[in-house]
């Protein structure tokens, strides 16, 4: 079981959690009547099945293609049950199938929306302010760009707590750790077992942008200052190698949690974790216990 569960993962979405195994992916939604609801595929990820996007570096581009892409699905799949809670006397196969549309439309167009938004604010912003700043040499440059990406990141991350709707996703993301270090210890899958671990896990999808901020920086400074539009777009072509040595890093320091150099290395995203994580009750700790035995295929 241990094994299984250094390869557990998750992501906190509407009313629920989703969880991820090497072998299975489910998401778990509680729904306005209190049922649980939970949905659950087969998958193997392509980086298990073909040994070249196995390579490091090439398997966090992997990873991170096939996290966006099951996300959305669970995101997708929360919102089309939350709505169903909301409007549970529809009943009609029409109706179903009307507003089943609409969640996934409304649900695309936002997610189109939240890319470009990415783009403009972490990634074109920061250049045209430090190109503003009229900073010549290419080191400083990349290195002032960096720092301002960070800081419109915390920012961002702040201000997204004052949306009194997130503190809900924020209360799930933290159900979704406590029962994962549950599986860690060794311990039953309880809401009561749940209750007494952290929040803050170094694997956290929070700490992986954090370490994709920083790496940025420092790839980002063997291209110089750029000059031109082109210049700037082809930064955005270095993301994936980003993304995959940002995910080796977050992998290692999940194996080397116990050493004081990791310990001092992950500080800074398990304090941001402080703001993407809230303290769940015993009903959210079930719903994301659900998606993990499901996940484990543990359930009876």
Not at 12 to 31: C, H, L, N
Not at 78 to 105: N, Y
Not at 199 to 206: A, E, K, N, V
Request: glycine fraction near 6%; proline fraction near 3%; aromatic fraction near 10%.
């Amino acid at each position: 079981m241990l094994k299984k569960n250094l390869d557990v993962g998750g992501q906190a979405v509407i009313e629920g959690v989703m969880m991820r195994s090497p072998e299975y992916i489910t998401v778990a939604v509680r729904k306005s009547s209190g049922e649980i609801v939970v949905k659950k595929e087969h998958y193997i990820s392509l980086s298990k099945r073909f040994k070249l996007l196995n390579l490091p570096i090439v398997r966090g581009i992997v990873t991170l293609g096939e996290t966006l892409y099951i996300g959305i699905k669970a995101l997708a799949f929360s919102a089309e049950e939350a709505v169903e809670s909301i409007e549970e006397e529809d009943t009609s196969k029409e109706k179903k199938e009307k507003r089943g549309i609409f969640t996934s439309l409304w649900l695309i167009g936002t997610i189109i929306f939240a890319f470009i938004l990415a783009f403009l604010l972490f990634f074109y912003l920061p250049l045209m302010i430090a190109t503003f700043l009229n900073i010549k040499g290419g080191f400083l440059f990349n290195f002032v760009d960096g720092i301002i990406r960070v800081a419109i990141f915390l920012i961002y991350i702040w201000a997204i707590t004052l949306w009194k709707d997130m503190r809900r996703i924020f209360e799930y993301h933290g159900a979704e750790h406590k029962s994962i270090y549950t599986l860690e210890a060794g311990d039953d899958l309880l809401p009561a077992n749940a209750k007494k671990y952290s929040t803050l896990h170094p694997r956290c999808g929070t700490s992986f942008l954090l370490i994709v901020m920083i790496v940025s920086i420092i790839v980002f400074m063997f291209l110089g200052r750029p000059h031109t539009l082109s210049d700037r777009l082809v930064r955005f072509l270095f993301i994936p190698l980003i993304a995959g040595i940002s995910y080796e890093l977050l992998k290692l320091s999940g194996k080397k949690r116990e050493s004081k150099i990791t310990k001092v290395l992950i500080a800074p995203g398990l304090w941001l974790q402080k703001i993407t994580t809230k303290e769940p009750d015993e009903k959210q700790l079930e719903v994301a216990i659900a998606a993990l035995k499901e996940a484990l295929d543990l359930s009876p």
